[in-house]
């Protein structure tokens, strides 16, 4: 791809995708909605403007990193701590039951098959669904100011954890297939990155608050921030096999609790807002075709965003309210944790490249990212205005 066309699709981008999530905002919609319709407009399914490729999809990827790593500077640990055993639950439910409801859809669509192959297929359909994205639902949450609070955090918590779940579930079904997956020496990576991201994530918050106390509010503060986001996220991806987004949140997490945190914040939104973060929502779009559906897939499709998004709302959000949490507040968990993206896109790739996914079913992970993308920050947006619509407790008066 030519430095022109590079130009020219970056211009395109930014310009459509402002353009629409200010039109979105007007009309009182998050504008992450409106970036993810500008995506569609430019892309294959309408104009055809813009084409994905290896340079845009990169710049998503570190859009999302970037994303993860403001969602990780923004959590409130002491409430993490709080949430950790229900965030765990919410995110077990929240892989299994959607889980067993896509293996349930394709088989119900496709039949069982005289082997075993087509119970894995149906399976690992299964195990996209599991796969949990809150980038957009962090952006939602920040632009209504909720994701320091107690459901932000939850969700963001059990999003964490999610993932390394959806990575077993994947290892597992994988392993089905292909005899010679470790999945013993998988499990010991997972766990040895948590053990490392505590221990030099302790030993560089020191150094980041030592730093910090002699150089308050510097520039340099936020860029060596700005490398430790791409330094875990990295390590967590090629020495772990941890996704990165992952990696970039934990790398955030160490940095919340210094002083300049908030200052690390609002440099890393500048870039974030002005280029990156348009282009990731927007690659969303770019990366779905309409055109290409016969019916019996679209109707499969449908019935996989209905199930995928369903899934996550009983899953999740039932589990939120055995854990303790009121009726809207686990409707709020449980919405949160139905956006799809970038971990759904991971699996389904890995799927194609070994033979468990058709690529005619990637049209159906798309289709659940990009509708799953756009109305969770709408119901968010819904569910949290009811908080602003509750009446004041009223005063007794004195007799």
């Not at 765990?88 to 959607?98: D, K, Q, R």
């Not at 991201?197 to 921030?225: C, M, Q, S």
Request: hydrophobic letters at 50%.
């Amino acid at each position: 791809m030519d430095t022109l066309s590079i130009l020219r699709d970056l211009s395109i981008i930014i310009i459509i995708a402002k353009l629409f999530g200010l039109l979105a905002r007007k009309i009182n919609v998050p504008q992450v909605a409106g970036e993810i319709i500008a995506g569609l407009l430019v892309g294959p399914s309408v104009f055809g403007w813009v084409k994905t490729s290896n340079f845009i999809s990169g710049m998503a990827e570190i859009g999302v990193i970037i994303l993860m790593f403001t969602a990780g500077l923004q959590t409130n640990i002491d409430q993490l701590k709080k949430t950790g055993l229900k965030a765990t639950l919410i995110a077990l439910m929240g892989v299994l039951i959607p889980m067993a409801l896509g293996t349930w859809l394709f088989l119900s669509f496709y039949g069982y098959g005289q082997n075993a192959e087509q119970f894995y297929k149906a399976l690992f359909m299964g195990t996209i669904l599991g796969a949990t994205s809150v980038s957009i639902t962090v952006e939602a949450l920040q632009e209504l100011g909720k994701l320091s609070g107690l459901v932000g955090t939850t969700i963001m918590g059990a999003a964490v954890i999610d993932d390394v779940i959806g990575i077993i579930a994947l290892t597992i079904v994988l392993g089905f297939r292909d005899p010679k997956t470790n999945i013993g020496l998988v499990l010991l990576n997972i766990l040895l990155f948590f053990v490392f991201a505590f221990v030099i994530g302790y030993l560089i918050y020191k150094l980041f608050e030592l730093i910090d106390k002699k150089h308050p509010h510097t520039r340099r503060i936020p860029i060596a921030g700005l490398a430790l986001c791409f330094a875990m996220s990295f390590a967590a991806e090629k020495w772990f096999g941890v996704a990165d987004v992952t990696g970039a949140y934990v790398a955030g997490v160490i940095l919340s609790s210094i002083d300049d945190s908030d200052y690390i914040t609002r440099k890393m939104d500048v870039s974030s807002y002005m280029i990156f973060s348009p282009i990731f929502f927007a690659s969303i779009g770019l990366q779905t075709n309409v055109r290409t559906l016969d019916m019996r897939v679209l109707v499969f499709s449908l019935a996989f965003v209905a199930v995928g998004m369903v899934g996550k709302i009983v899953g999740c959000g039932g589990m939120a309210r055995l854990c303790g949490f009121d009726k809207n507040d686990s409707m709020k968990i449980g919405c949160g944790m139905m956006t799809r993206g970038e971990v759904a896109l991971i699996v389904s790739q890995k799927g194609l490249s070994v033979g468990m996914m058709e690529s005619k079913y990637f049209t159906a992970v798309i289709l659940l990212i990009v509708v799953s993308s756009i109305v969770t920050p709408i119901v968010l947006k819904a569910l949290y205005s009811k908080d602003d619509k509750k009446p004041l407790p009223q005063s007794r008066g004195t007799a």
